[in-house]
């Protein structure tokens, strides 16, 4: 397999490898000279500056970006001001910091995203040098001013800028410097000439690396691995120092004679790229070198590896795994080689291959050389080799009886999604370690980002993701940039998007639409909103837009009150009271809710209500109800005018004279309680007649009887009640004489005996028609009188004996 | 009888169990000594969860009831336990804001039972206190009252929901039976009637919808939702089954209730829970109550064979009859002496207020009968100045039976009715009750045909919510009559009714109605749906439904599952409906489940349309 390993270098114990990722697709006229570049990692995107200082009017610099594999994704003239730095968020969006400590926010179509400033200060003083990068938080800045004064930045999207102390000794930029994230805190390390300064939030501290030579007058580059753990320092006497980012141990100090650049340290066993103008270097622990004749690039640090990207080709230089190392070593005799071998000779049906099969198994090693050669597949970028291990792999396993396909089966799956984002086409050169780093979730938002939505959708059917966190999430991507289309009518979208989303778990349209409102498209996200199931998701947005009736009548649809209350508050707020209550009076639900709402809270609103709405009726409902909380007579009367007039409107006369009665009742009560003391007010006529019966005051009783118009019978009723209960049965005998009793004279007899008075209750038995007469006997108890009864009465005694059976029972 | 072995009921003590771990995560949110402040209706349904002891271990002070007044705490730590309602949460507004006044900090929670709504914030935030109270919420729905009956505790969904058409309750009851079907579920038949039947429905499929599906065995696998407006005849009408008499008279609140001296026969009164633990109390709650007196004699004279049993015992049968059966047999005596108690002195408040003539009348108007003479014993009713309640009781049903038929007497009672009697105040519950469609007044001939005009455009809109403006503008039609006829709910007359061995749910109204509601749920379950009840339905106003087969549930008819039957009432039931669907259950082979918003009589009923003005 000498052809594996051509392209292998030895850095001490290691291996170093550099691999052609692709040719360029990009069609650079200059090179990369005179650019601004800023590639992200990940295999992310590459923005070119061109010029930058250019600034005259006629001839703005072009901002370009392209993928990873060259492919243009926007140009456009750079308008803004001169830019400092480019820099990715981990967001895919591009970060153009300018002179002034502006920071524009582009996607990576080159749409403006937002922009904000690293503070006022900087306006004046100007950013001299910038950063960005990433850590736990997020993506972040950093910028040093002329002043010679570093602001962080943690996070872009939740910014908090920090002004760090000033550097002692300080004047303009520092010779080099580097951000730092140690202990969940971000500093920047700096070099002013031969010092060394640890900036973090509230000090200044100098710091000087171990066995650094003494001879160093200045520190000119300084580089951190991608992990933030490792450092390395060049200095101007030639000298490389390289560490631990902490600056506590000093891992080697390399002399080299010439320099020009210093880029990024990477991987396991910590070695250092430099790069000069045509030269690169590959420095590690060990005082070993490599060198690649190189034309000028661009470096970019990954998590395990570099890419080098030149004006043609992209290539990624890592140290080579262990795992393929041992394999494709020559003459390796690791299980893994052993088992590649067999199934070379397998297939050239050798019978070679089963000694080689056999020295594996006789090690029982068989297991491991599986294992191996799954690894080594997934670090392999050529998909020959990576099937020729796979196969390998595959031919171990069927001599293995308990071996788990488990790893087997991802690894083939990752590396068809791996080897599908690999294509040129679209451009994401990652390594099977930084696929895992990444994750699949993470993966799929990059494509969503470049709009890759077919290849995502097939991604997460064909890597099994949930629904949740997979299809329905691009296909909300999806819609979200669909709607942003200018050139498709409101129509044609909402239809494309109700096809394509149909009714998808997790997909929601109110954050369509929303998202179409944003893009100025309101007529769009109303019609959005419409497929939305969940009538409570579209009221905030409705109300966004200011559709407020719309909102009310979602919001009643979906018989939550809660969010009824939200709209109706919020419109209270909002629109003029009339406009409010016609808004009410189209929607009975809300109306009746706000109602009684304002019973407790808002009583005058109450009133007006009813008035906009001519109720009538319920406007002299609530006079009534507001009546009692009058305390003054007076005003309580006058309410209750105000009741009477509205019952007329409404012309309920009933009730209108049922309160011109209570009105009436009031005003005699009054002068009663100022005459007599009695204690009236606010009884109700009944309560009032009884109550002046037992006063005695038998004139005034009669008075409201009479002009009250009371029923007879009740009337009866109530005297003799009131009669029998002082025991006044004299003028109960009187009063049963005044006239002939509207209510008959069985209950004189029951009220009687009520009192046990069998004596009086006797008088009254002879008044008492034929057909009670029976009853009356009973209720005496005189079964004397009963025996002498006509035979027609007799039937009825025994009627009522059945009745009085039945009646014990129950 | 045809009895089939009935299914077993699922154990309802686990929603016990579940209340009392979320009250006590929820005070624990609150570290520290505290005073708690709990609604006075709160009270009972609290002690079902949690006793005081299970509340001090979790550093509760002091236990207030809230009285809207002000406060007399010294702790620096206020805990409030409350129903969602704004003049509670106004009070609290007005003891936070005294505090601030007087320059005194302290930390105040708020616990909103069963949810919090958006109102209540909204106070809260008028009064400018938002920031200084937390506030949560305790979902605590269900209250297990017995092994058959579980209560949402919420008395005002009716007045609420039926008479001001406030919907606020409606997902609660969404809520509550999410709860119950994430527990007992999932239901595979789910029938109902009534708009907040639909209403209630509706929410709860949504809740289903967004909430995460387990498959799971069934233990309830159907459920019958009905809205109380569907059926007022019956909890208007006396009730006579020995549990609904017990609440007529005594009130049962939340399962329990107090007999006074005059039942206990001392002085004092006694707090007695009422439900299948009690063996006497199980033995007669479903029964009519003529026959009460007959148990209760029998079982006096089984006890007192028990007690013989010791003459005549040597020394170690002795020993173990004390120490085994004389406990239960003591408890069985004081119960047995209270309901005696209970139901002699039930018997003499019965007799004192004619409750013969009473009873007579009812069936008349249920009957359709002599309705002449029911209105003129209505009146005397009036004019005797009994009970108001009554009163308003009896004219609701005779608006409601004869449907205004017999107008010209309504009219008549309507001038004989006493505002100057009961007060002015009254032409507001008169307002509510012909709102509720309680109480129809014939409206001249030509305001109607406007209202048929104005309904029949409504009509045509198809916003559900017009429809509910058009009903309390336009007095609802009961049909009661033609309901009777088409569904039989009265028995013929003419035969004796043997009390003592019903032979169908009228028994429960001394053989002369049966039920609606309870009718209609047997029809449904009869006919697997609402064919051939079209005419039933378009009497009562439609919106009825049946929907079969959820996913992963069991549909085979015959499984436990299918025969457990949750009914929900909105709007409250009564304990003569519970008895019904009790004997329903028996003469059928199904177990009936009743989940209600509260339990419900007439007097309740009537009070809830009272305005009462403080």
């Known amino acids: 397999m000498a052809f594996i390993t051509a392209n292998w270098n030895p850095l001490g114990e290691a291996f170093y490898r550099k691999t052609e990722l692709y040719e360029m697709c990009w069609n650079l006229r200059d090179g990369l000279r005179d650019c601004l570049v800023a590639a992200a990692p990940y295999g992310g995107p590459i923005a070119l500056l061109r010029e930058p200082h250019r600034r005259s009017p006629s001839s703005r610099p072009q901002l370009e970006i392209y993928s990873a594999s060259g492919n243009s994704l926007a140009s456009f003239p750079w308008k803004s001001g001169p830019v400092v730095q480019l820099g990715w968020t981990v967001n895919d969006e591009l970060l153009c910091i300018q002179e002034d400590g502006t920071v524009l926010i582009y996607d990576l179509f080159g749409s403006f995203k937002r922009h904000f400033s690293m503070g006022q200060e900087v306006v004046q003083s100007q950013v001299l040098e910038a950063k960005v990068f990433h850590s736990p938080y997020g993506t972040g800045v950093a910028i040093v001013t002329g002043s010679s004064r570093f602001t962080l930045a943690t996070n872009i999207d939740d910014l908090k800028l920090r002004r760090l102390p000033e550097v002692p000794g300080l004047q303009g930029a520092p010779s080099c410097w580097a951000v730092l994230t140690q202990d969940r805190q971000t500093k920047v390390l700096l070099a002013n000439g031969a010092d060394l300064f640890i900036l973090d939030n509230t000090s200044c501290t100098a710091v000087s690396p171990p066995g650094l030579s003494p001879q160093v007058s200045s520190i000119v580059h300084m580089s951190v691995s991608f992990s933030y753990k490792y450092l390395a320092l060049f200095t101007d006497t030639g000298h490389l120092w390289t560490g631990s980012a902490h600056l506590q141990v000093s891992q080697s100090a390399l002399c080299l004679s010439s320099m020009w650049g210093c880029r990024r340290p990477k991987s396991q066993q910590p070695s250092v790229v430099l790069m000069w103008d045509r030269l690169l270097l590959v420095a590690g622990v060990c005082n070993d070198i490599i060198q690649y004749p190189h034309r000028p690039c661009v470096c970019v640090g990954e998590l395990d590896g570099v890419r080098v990207v030149s004006s043609s080709r992209q290539e990624l230089l890592q140290e080579v795994p262990l795992v393929c190392q041992e394999i494709f070593k020559i003459a390796s005799m690791a299980p893994g080689a052993l088992l590649l071998e067999a199934h070379r000779e397998y297939e050239k049906c050798s019978q070679k291959a089963d000694e080689y099969l056999r020295e594996i198994k006789e090690q029982s090693m068989l297991g491991e050389a599986v294992r191996q050669c799954v690894e080594a597949a997934g670090h392999e970028y050529d998909i020959q080799t990576q099937k020729t291990l796979l196969r390998a792999a595959s031919f171990g396993k069927c001599f293995l009886t308990d071996f788990s396909p488990d790893s087997f089966v991802a690894t083939c799956r990752e590396l068809r999604v791996l080897n599908a984002v690999r294509e040129a086409g679209v451009g994401l050169p990652l390594t099977h370690s930084q696929f895992k780093q990444m994750t699949v979730q993470v993966l799929i938002d990059r494509l969503v980002y470049r709009q890759f939505y077919p290849l995502a959708i097939e991604i997460c059917r064909y890597l099994k993701t949930p629904d949740y966190q997979g299809v329905s999430r691009v296909l909300k991507h999806w819609a979200s940039c669909k709607v942003q289309q200018k050139d498709l009518s409101d129509e044609a979208i909402a239809r494309a998007v109700c096809l394509k989303v149909g009714d998808s778990a997790g997909v929601s349209y109110s954050h369509i639409a929303a998202k179409a409102y944003e893009c100025g498209r309101t007529e769009l996200a109303i019609k959005l909103l419409d497929y939305e199931a969940r009538s409570g998701e579209q009221v905030p947005l409705l109300l966004k837009m200011k559709r407020s009736q719309l909102a009310l009548s979602k919001a009643v649809e979906s018989g939550d009150t809660d969010l009824v209350y939200t709209v109706v508050t919020y419109l209270k707020n909002e629109m003029n009271r009339g406009d409010f209550f016609m808004t009410l009076r189209n929607q009975p639900v809300a109306l009746s809710l706000y109602r009684q709402f304002c019973k407790l809270q808002e009583q005058d609103t109450l009133k007006d209500l009813y008035n906009q709405d001519d109720d009538h009726q319920e406007l002299a409902n609530y006079y009534v109800t507001a009546s009692y909380r009058e305390k003054r007579l007076e005003s309580r009367l006058s309410v209750l005018q105000s009741a009477v007039d509205e019952y007329n409107k409404a012309k309920n006369e009933f009730a209108a004279k049922a309160t011109e009665d209570e009105m009436r009742l009031l005003r005699f009560q009054r002068k009663l309680d100022d005459e007599k003391g009695a204690g009236l007010l606010g009884l109700s006529l009944q309560a009032t007649m009884e109550a002046l019966l037992a006063l005695g005051l038998h004139k005034q009783a009669e008075q409201l009887y009479r002009d009250f118009r009371v029923p007879d019978k009740r009337y009866w009723w109530l005297k003799l009640k009131s009669l029998a209960e002082k025991e006044e049965w004299e003028e109960l005998e009187k009063f049963s004489k005044s006239k002939k009793s509207p209510i008959g004279y069985l209950p004189f007899v029951e009220v009687c005996m009520k009192r046990h008075n069998k004596h009086e209750a006797k008088k009254y038995v002879s008044k008492v028609p034929p057909e009670q007469k029976v009853k009356a006997h009973l209720a005496v108890g005189d079964g004397a009188v009963l025996a002498r009864c006509s035979a027609s009465d007799r039937l009825l005694i025994d009627k009522l004996n059945r009745a009085r059976a039945t009646a014990t029972k129950k | ?614």
């Open chain 2, 1 to 614: 009888m045809s009895e089939r072995d009935s299914p077993e009921l699922p154990d309802f003590s686990v929603l016990k169990r579940l209340a009392r771990d979320q009250l006590i995560y929820l005070l624990e949110q609150l570290p520290g000594k505290k005073d708690l402040f709990i609604e006075a209706d709160l009270m009972s349904p609290l002690d079902r969860i949690a006793n005081v002891s299970t509340l001090k271990q979790h550093e509760v002070d002091k236990l207030y009831k809230v009285e809207y007044k002000p406060v007399v705490s010294t702790s620096d730590q206020l805990c409030f336990l409350i129903r969602p309602r704004i003049q509670t949460v106004k009070w609290v507004c007005d003891v936070v804001n005294a505090d601030k006044a007087a320059g005194k900090f302290k930390r105040y929670k708020i616990i909103f039972t069963p949810q919090k709504f958006y109102a209540c914030e909204t106070v809260l935030e008028e009064q400018g206190i938002f920031g200084d109270v937390s506030t949560d919420e305790w979902a605590f729905y269900l209250l297990p009252l017995d092994e058959d009956i579980i209560n949402l505790e919420l008395p005002e969904f009716f007045r609420d929901n039926f008479l001001e058409g406030d919907q606020r309750w409606v997902r609660t009851g969404g809520s509550a039976l999410h709860l119950f079907h994430s527990i007992y579920g999932p239901f595979s038949k789910v029938y109902g009637i009534g708009r907040c039947s639909k209403m209630v429905y509706e929410s709860w499929r949504e809740q289903v919808k967004e909430g995460e599906q387990k498959a799971r065995q069934a233990e309830v696998g159907t459920v019958f939702l009905i809205d109380r407006d569907v059926d007022f005849v019956t909890p208007l009408c006396s009730q006579v089954v020995y549990e609904g008499l017990v609440d007529d008279i005594f009130r049962i609140k939340c399962g329990c209730v107090e007999f006074g001296p005059d039942v206990t026969s001392s002085d004092k009164s006694i707090k007695v829970m009422l439900n299948s633990q009690d063996k006497v109390f199980n033995e007669i709650r479903n029964e009519h109550f003529s026959n009460v007196f007959g148990f209760l004699s029998q079982k006096a004279r089984n006890l007192q064979t028990a007690y013989d049993k010791r003459r005549g015992m040597d020394i170690k049968q002795m020993k173990t009859f004390v120490s085994e059966e004389l406990k239960g047999l003591k408890q069985e005596h004081r119960l047995l002496s209270l309901h005696i108690g209970a139901s002699e002195s039930m018997m003499k408040k019965k007799t004192k207020q004619d409750f013969q003539e009473l009873l007579k009348t009812e069936h008349s108007l249920l009957e359709g009968f002599e309705i002449r003479e029911c209105i003129s014993f209505i009146e005397e009713h009036i004019n005797r100045q009994v009970s108001m309640i009554e009163s308003l009781r009896l004219l609701c049903l005779l608006s409601l039976t004869e449907n205004g038929e017999s107008n010209q007497f309504s009219n008549n009672l309507n001038s004989a009715w006493p505002c100057q009697s009961y007060g002015v105040d009254h032409l507001l519950t008169f307002a509510n009750l012909k709102q509720l469609g309680l109480l129809v007044e014939q409206q001249p001939g030509e305001t109607l045909t406007v209202m048929e005009s104005k309904m029949g455009k409504l009509v045509n809109d198809k916003t559900a919510g017009k429809l509910t403006d058009a009903f309390s503008s336009l007095a609802k039609k009961s049909n009661f009559r033609a309901l009777s006829r088409r569904l039989s709910l009265v028995p013929k007359s003419d035969e004796e009714y043997d009390l003592r061995v019903p032979r169908d749910m009228a028994y429960i109204f001394s053989g002369a109605y049966i039920p609606l509601s309870c009718k209609l749920i047997e029809q449904v379950l009869e006919r697997d749906g609402w064919t051939g009840l079209e005419e039933v339905t378009r009497l009562l106003n439609g919106h009825e439904f049946a929907v079969t087969g959820s996913n992963g549930a069991d549909l085979r008819p015959q499984s436990d599952a299918q025969r457990i039957i949750l009914v929900m009432f909105l709007g409250g039931c009564t304990f003569s409906e519970i008895s019904a669907l009790r004997f329903l259950g028996r003469e059928r082979g199904y177990k009936f489940i009743v989940l209600t918003t509260a339990i419900t009589n007439s007097a309740r009923l009537i009070e809830a349309m009272l305005d009462n003005h403080v």
